[in-house]
């Protein structure tokens, strides 16, 4: 079964930082979901990425996926304060099925 | 376009009851899924549906059942409450797989 890893758990980052959340999944998937949640809300979808070599930018977000490494990344450049919540990566092959990753907890501070 | 509803957003519940947490979906999305977030666990899928049909359920008790209508509007029900079941319960519509999973607010069921 479809395992999800995200790494680092935590992520102090200084504001003007650039960092990386790496997103590994165990067996095939057929997309990749990168979700964002803030404190004692619901989720709110970041990115889809469907297929290999994938790249999506939204602001100071990207997003990007390799299906032979199984590894989806989401790289923050110049991280400001509103970007503090916690990021999840969720993985799902041929249903509306997601895995979930444990979630990155980002804090930016100036 | 109305996004995702979930109804009641917050519920508190005895031990042994049962309840029951309703879900809207994006109008036109035929797909509903049901999460469960807690500190310990993180999200765990409880059960998928499309045009009335469970597709896929989750490893949880026969406690927890869900079902859905035909303008697939999804309900999911616990019995027998149980102080670990305190949550936050997700549902999300789509069209189909692998298109953009949208989120209700959540269902917060606190069990005492």
């Known amino acids: 079964e479809l395992k999800v890893e995200q790494n680092p758990l935590f992520l102090s980052m200084q504001e003007g930082k650039n960092y990386t959340i790496y997103c590994n999944y165990s067996?095939?998937?057929?997309?990749l979901y990168w979700y964002r949640q803030d404190p004692g809300k619901s989720l709110e979808s970041l990115f889809v990425?469907?297929?290999?070599?994938a790249v999506k930018q939204e602001g100071r977000l990207m997003a990007s996926l390799d299906t032979k490494a199984r590894l989806s990344t989401l790289h923050i450049t110049a991280a400001v304060h509103d970007l503090s919540a916690t990021y999840f990566c969720a993985g799902g092959y041929n249903t509306d099925k997601l895995i979930f990753g444990t979630g990155t907890r980002l804090q930016v501070f100036p | 376009k109305a996004g995702v509803t979930q109804t009641p957003r917050y519920l508190i519940k005895t031990r042994g009851q049962q309840v029951t947490l309703s879900c809207s979906p994006i109008s036109g999305h035929r797909s509903v899924s049901w999460y469960q977030q807690t500190p310990g666990q993180g999200l765990q899928f409880l059960f998928e549906y499309f045009s009335e049909t469970q597709r896929n359920k989750g490893n949880f008790p026969g406690r927890f059942s869900g079902r859905q209508f035909s303008n697939s509007r999804s309900e999911m029900n616990v019995s027998t409450l149980e102080l670990g079941d305190s949550a936050l319960y997700l549902c999300?519509?789509?069209?189909?797989?692998?298109?953009?999973?949208?989120f209700g607010p959540g269902t917060r069921l606190t069990v005492t």
């Open positions: 990425l469907l297929s290999n070599g």
């Open positions: 999300a519509s789509s069209l189909g797989s692998r298109s953009q999973g949208n």
């Open positions: 067996t095939t998937s057929d997309r």
